[in-house]
Structures are given as C-alpha cells and as structure tokens.
C-alpha cells in the first residue's frame, strides 16, 4: 500500500470523524475496508468525504467526480488513522488524563453555553464521554507518532540568514509590497465627524489584532484576515480576506505609499484615509532586498520544508505499520486509484 499521500493533517479529522445513526441505515454500515481485523463502513468514508467536498467547496455543488476524489482522498485518511489507533492499542499507548480534562476543557470553551455545547456533540452523533474518548485517542496517536518522527525544531536566526545568503540573488528587489488591507467606504454625506468615529472603528480593529497577536507571523496574518472577512467595506473581503498581492504603493497614491513607508514587516499602520477609503493595512512583504523585510517569509519557508520532510517520515512509517495490520479493499470505488492492487 502507497501511503505517501496520506496527509497527517487530515489523519487528525479522519481520528474525530464519526457515522451518524442515519448511515447505519441502508447497508451504508456495510465494511468497505479492513484494516488488520478492523473494519472501515461506507457511511463513515462517505460521511467524511462529503463534509471534506463542502469545505472545499464552500458552498457550491458538490458533483459526482468530486464527490468521488473526495471518497478516495477520505478512504486513504481513515486507513492511515485506523493504522495508527490498532498500533497505539498494540503498544497499550494511554492518554494523561490532565491533558485530556485540558483539551476538553479547550473544547468546550468555544461555545458560549452548556447547552450549544452539548448541541453541538449531538449534531456529530456524540456525547461527551463520546468526545473524551475521541481526544483521548487524538492524544495517544499524537504521542506515537511524535515519538517515532519528533516535531522539527523551529528555524533558528543563524539558520533563516544562511538561507537568506544562499538564496538573495533569486529574491526580487524592487519596490513593492504585499499585504492585507482593511477599508472602510466614505459616503458623500459623510461629515467631519462620521469619518472621525469611522476611523476610530479602524483603530480599534487594529487595537484588537495587536491585543491578539502572537509570536507567529502566518497566525497574525490569518487573524487581521478573519477581521477584515468580518469587517471591511471590500465586497470581496469575505472570500479574499483583504489580501493584496504584490503591488507599488504608489499606485494606490500618495497619501496610501506616504502611511506605509515606515512599515516594517509584520506591522499594522495607525487609520489613514486614502482614495479606497479608510484605511488600515497590514505590511506581509516588502521587496526591498533585506533580510529584515523578507525573514518572516523564509521563516514559513523553513518550517512548510521541514513540515513537508517530517510528513514523508510518517507515510513511510505508516507504510511499515501495513505489514502489521494488512489492508484491504472490498469495494473498488472506495480503492484510491493511484494505489496497487491489495491481497
């Protein structure tokens, strides 16, 4: 079995995928894969597959083919959690109890009531011995396969400026920037005083994003996008989430090039006004050939590498697990086509 597909992140949804009572309906509860002596129904890879089809998708129609990518790309996923669940119950692999009460606790947090809480677990066909169970597991198949291929350490300032060195004559040097930018409109019947409280909404969005962020650049970013998504008058904020690919500030004219001058990367400018409007912009990339400007982008770099080497390290490991707990395809439409024949 080829393995070198299975996403590690996706693992982590297929562990806490679950079949409603409605799929052990009409032979969906019907084993499509074995896993060892496990066995992986329909309803729960089709379960999968389509709620994987609708984030992708948002909103738009799920079709037939891929709807049946989806299916593959799911069936894939629960093989490889199901591999790593029989592994952690063969090494009697047990969850600390204090890091499950925390995850749980984490969980729970999210919602504002008891109640919505406990909506929210029956709308997944669970309880909350149900969820504790699924974080249990969730922590045990993280603790095998962190023990077997650590996390990678994070690039250190020694590390980001060799590469900076080895790679400076590819990076571009002109005079743009990237960014994310959050606007709001002003109407012509707007006054002195209306474009005042409009730009004190701005500080205080920004306010917020600075109360907010943290020592991760690719998280602060993320963070002023869901804030512009939620509150910029750029009717395509929602989907975009204010980003500006790389452009000359000077296009956007003066008063717009005069406010981010300064800007250094990972920064958010006070409220200005400018000719889209008012404006706060976040500063995500300045082309200007130091190393300053562009560190937080081989920062990324560093990480999505050695992310991307340790994921490799656990498909091969995943890959020997197979030798273990052979696999099986009992249905051809449920068989990732890219993978050869099972026994």
């Known amino acids: 079995m080829?393995?070198?597909?299975?996403?590690?992140?996706v693992v982590a949804v297929a562990v806490l995928a679950t079949a409603s009572f409605a799929q052990l309906l009409g032979g969906t509860n019907l084993a499509v894969i074995k896993v060892g002596k496990?066995?992986?129904?329909?309803?729960?890879?089709?379960?999968?597959?389509?709620?994987?089809?609708?984030?992708?998708?948002?909103?738009?129609?799920?079709?037939?083919?891929?709807?049946?990518?989806?299916?593959?790309?799911?069936?894939?996923?629960?093989?490889?959690?199901e591999l790593v669940r029989l592994e952690v119950e063969r090494q009697k692999i047990n969850a600390p109890a204090k890091k499950v009460d925390s995850l749980l606790t984490l969980y729970k947090s999210q919602y504002p009531s008891e109640d919505q809480f406990k909506k929210a677990l029956k709308q997944v066909g669970t309880n909350?011995?149900?969820?504790?169970?699924?974080?249990?597991?969730?922590v045990e198949s993280d603790m095998l396969l962190s023990k077997v291929?650590?996390?990678?350490?994070?690039?250190?300032?020694?590390?980001?400026?060799?590469?900076?060195?080895?790679?400076?004559?590819?990076?571009?040097?002109n005079d743009s920037i990237a960014g994310v930018q959050i606007y709001l409109n002003i109407?012509?019947?707007?006054?002195?005083?209306?474009?005042?409280?409009?730009?004190?909404?701005?500080s205080g969005i920004a306010a917020l994003w600075r109360s907010k962020?943290?020592?991760?650049?690719?998280?602060?970013?993320?963070?002023?996008?869901?804030?512009a998504a939620q509150n910029s008058d750029d009717p395509d904020a929602k989907t975009s989430g204010g980003a500006m690919k790389p452009f000359l500030a000077k296009t956007m004219g003066p008063e717009f090039e005069k406010a981010v001058k300064a800007l250094k990367v990972g920064e958010v400018s006070e409220a200005f006004q400018a000719k889209q409007g008012l404006t706060i912009f976040l500063m995500a990339l300045k082309n200007d050939g130091k190393y300053e400007s562009i560190a937080q982008q081989i920062d990324m770099r560093l990480r999505q590498e050695r992310e991307m080497d340790r994921q490799e390290k656990v498909s091969a490991y995943l890959e020997t697990l197979t030798k273990t707990f052979p696999v099986q395809y009992l249905n051809d439409d449920y068989k990732p086509k890219a993978q050869g024949p099972q026994q």
């Open 128 to 138: 909350l011995d149900g969820l504790r169970t699924k974080i249990e597991l969730q």
């Open 213 to 227: 962020r943290t020592a991760s650049f690719a998280s602060n970013v993320e963070l002023f996008q869901q804030l």
């Open 149 to 173: 291929v650590p996390y990678p350490t994070d690039p250190t300032d020694a590390e980001k400026k060799a590469y900076f060195d080895k790679n400076k004559a590819q990076i571009p040097v």
């Open 187 to 202: 109407a012509k019947t707007d006054d002195a005083q209306a474009i005042a409280d409009k730009k004190a909404i701005l």
């Open 2 to 9: 080829n393995v070198s597909k299975i996403s590690k992140l």
């Open 38 to 81: 496990s066995e992986i129904s329909q309803g729960k890879v089709d379960s999968l597959a389509r709620m994987l089809a609708q984030q992708e998708l948002q909103g738009q129609p799920i079709t037939e083919e891929v709807m049946k990518q989806a299916r593959a790309y799911a069936a894939v996923n629960l093989v490889a959690a």
